[in-house]
């Protein structure tokens, strides 16, 4: 059985920094796609970052030069450094995993529960 189990999130000023985690098991994290996503109340889902089967990320405009994904294979662990947040930052942030490698358009195969990220 797969599980993606995330961690890290909280309470911050604005400017502040966090990283979340997603812990993943039952699956190889680095050999397929992986992705962070948020929702905000009343906002559909979206994608704030990816990494590939390569390692190769893609980010939203909206926090390019301010979030990193990243990835400790040994660890079969995710990561998201947030720096230089803002209020509207403020959402549930979701791990997601595919079971192939390329990231890109499409479904995802298993979800994390969330964890609450607000910036103030």
């Known amino acids: 059985e797969v599980q993606l189990v995330e961690s890290g999130g909280g309470s911050v000023q604005a400017g502040g920094s966090l990283r979340l985690s997603c812990a993943a098991s039952g699956y190889t994290a680095s050999r397929y796609c992986m992705a962070w996503f948020r929702q905000a109340p009343g906002k559909e889902r979206e994608a704030v970052a990816t990494?590939?089967?390569?390692?190769?990320?893609t980010y939203a405009d909206s926090v390019k030069g301010r979030f990193t994904i990243s990835r400790d294979n040994a660890k079969n662990t995710l990561y998201l450094v947030m720096d230089g947040l803002k209020p509207e930052d403020t959402a549930i942030y979701y791990c997601?995993?595919?079971?192939?490698?390329?990231?890109?358009?499409?479904?995802?195969?298993?979800w994390g529960q969330g964890t609450q990220v607000t910036v103030s």
């Open positions: 997601a995993a595919r079971r192939i490698w390329a990231c890109g358009p499409g479904e995802y195969d298993y």
């Open positions: 990494i590939d089967g390569f390692g190769w990320t």
